[in-house]
């Protein structure tokens, strides 16, 4: 099983910048397999990237993820060309559609329909990455604009046909997309005990593409933590759960509570939202299920966590994202070194 670690969030604005890329050079060492870089309203996921090319040598850099609504699909090729350069070919592109709050309100673009935009977006984005002439029709998007004197333009950089392209994605047909068109899946909101309910939609999409579970990367993960004292390691994740659950989109659109909801934790997920949508956040936290939080992390004992990498082998998870804490980057980075020890002993003991 590989590990992957993530850097920057909605609202990361490099106030310890520093302190990451120790913490990113310092994973690189570790072998970490991946480094993926959040966007939505602090920083943008590309530079971060294109910095940590310079600093680190193995590990993969990846998107995840850009915002579709952001770049128009011709830029988001140019971009990932030229980190594929820059970065010696250590460069992954993520890609999702993000929510209507941040698409409508911050990029004043329309969010309707947006897994038509995501396939469309692919589709080009492959056309531009594989040297062809950039010339496609969809509802969407429309190149060259007609009427004017545009014409159809191919980039000049190497071609990159085998570029991977991973998809943050949760809906069911969304996760059928997935399975068709992309080379790996960003999960969040996974409950291996529950896998049939983002897994059957991928199978399903890659049986379109002539593929099986075992051709595409399936990367999940959460908090990491050992302690003996698992009461306080639950308290300590519900802010965040309930965040999850109440705060991650509108009242009317949250994606990842939809995702809860269709894993069983329908009754908790509307409850939590409800408190959390009306201003009782303290009241939302206190209702989060202590199970949602123990099967969405690998928290609790050594022996707990050995047992939560065996279930998310089991159901199918190439890859663990790996978000480890502490009260400075030193903590972080000694907790990581843990985590991938871990991983890497129980991994070796699964040959």
């Not at 010339?135 to 998007?141: L, M, P």
């Not at 399903?204 to 593929?211: D, E, F, M, P």
């Not at 509108?250 to 939202?273: C, I, L, M, P």
């Not at 843990?338 to 002993?345: P, T």
Request: charged share 25%; proline share 5%; glycine share 10%.
């Amino acid at each position: 099983m590989k590990t992957a670690i993530g850097i920057g969030s909605a609202y990361y604005n490099g106030e310890d910048w520093n302190e990451l890329v120790e913490y990113t050079v310092q994973a690189d060492k570790m072998g970490v397999d991946h480094v993926w870089s959040a966007e939505a309203w602090g920083m943008d996921a590309i530079v971060p990237l294109a910095y940590m090319a310079a600093k680190t040598e193995n590990i993969i850099l990846g998107t995840g993820i850009v915002q579709i609504s952001a770049r128009v699909p011709s830029m988001i090729a140019m971009t990932t060309q030229s980190m594929a350069t820059v970065s010696n070919n250590r460069f992954v592109l993520g890609l999702g559609v993000s929510g209507p709050q941040v698409v409508e309100g911050l990029h004043g673009a329309a969010f309707a329909h947006p897994l038509g935009r995501l396939r469309e977006c692919v589709e080009i984005i492959r056309l531009g990455l594989s040297s062809e002439r950039l010339q496609y029709e969809g509802k969407h998007y429309l190149l060259p604009r007609p009427g004017g004197e545009g014409k159809p333009i191919r980039l000049s950089q190497p071609p990159r046909p085998e570029l991977p392209i991973y998809l943050a994605t949760l809906g069911p047909k969304s996760l059928e997309m997935t399975g068709e068109l992309a080379d790996g899946w960003l999960g969040t909101s996974f409950i291996p005990e529950h896998a049939d309910v983002f897994l059957e939609p991928l199978k399903k999409g890659l049986a379109k593409s002539g593929r099986t579970l075992t051709d595409i990367d399936i990367q999940v993960g959460g908090s990491f933590e050992i302690s003996d004292d698992v009461d306080r390691l639950v308290a300590a994740r519900k802010p965040a759960m309930a965040f999850t659950l109440g705060g991650m989109g509108s009242a009317k659109t949250n994606f990842y509570n939809d995702a809860f909801k269709r894993a069983g934790y329908e009754a908790a997920a509307v409850k939590v939202q409800d408190l959390w949508v009306s201003g009782k956040k303290d009241e939302a936290i206190r209702e989060v299920p202590d199970e949602m939080v123990l099967k969405t992390n690998l928290i609790g004992t050594e022996d707990m966590i050995r047992e939560r990498l065996r279930v998310y082998r089991d159901a199918g998870v190439n890859t663990i994202r790996l978000s480890t804490g502490g009260d400075n980057w030193r903590e972080r980075t000694d907790s990581l070194h843990e985590a991938v020890d871990l991983v890497q002993r129980e991994g070796a003991s699964w040959k």
